[in-house]
Nanobody
Framework: QVQLVESGGGLVQAGGSLRLSCVAS????????RGWFRQAPGKEREFVAA????????LYADFVKGRFTISRDNAKNTVYLQMNSLKPEDTAVYYC???????????????????WGQGTQVTVSS
């Protein structure tokens, strides 16, 4: 079992920034991919960003390119999501997930992830 705990969410004004963190514990191993998804009220969970174990391969949803940056620190079992230029439409619960296998290009799919965190709320006011 792997446990994921997200933190860093909160209330911010439009144009502001937040940095989300996701710490993994338990039976973590090397080689996994990590991803961030989000879910707004009444909407399906959607892909935000993903990063490979090495950090070399990264994917972003089109709507966050140039604003969000995903990174990871394997020594700390932590993945980050730096969110800048936040917009009201970024308001959602943000979830991190870990996928033990699969190519980075598949990380846009919700069903390839093995474990999820409980989520952290991000609210952007206009």
């Amino acid at each position: 079992q792997v446990q994921l705990v997200e933190s860093g969410g909160g209330l911010v004004q439009a144009g502001g920034s937040l940095r989300l963190s996701c710490v993994a514990s338990g039976r973590t191993g090397s080689g996994d991919n990590r991803g961030w998804f989000r879910q707004a009220p009444g909407k399906e969970r959607e892909f935000v960003a993903a990063i490979s174990w090495s950090g070399i391969s990264i994917l972003y949803a089109d709507f966050v390119k140039g604003r969000f940056t995903i990174s990871r620190d394997n020594a700390k079992n932590t993945v980050y999501l730096q969110m800048n230029s936040l917009k009201p439409e970024d308001t959602a619960v943000y979830y991190c997930g870990v996928a033990a296998r699969g190519a980075i290009r598949t990380m846009v799919r919700y069903d390839v992830y093995d474990y999820w965190g409980q989520g952290t709320q991000v609210t952007v006011s206009s």
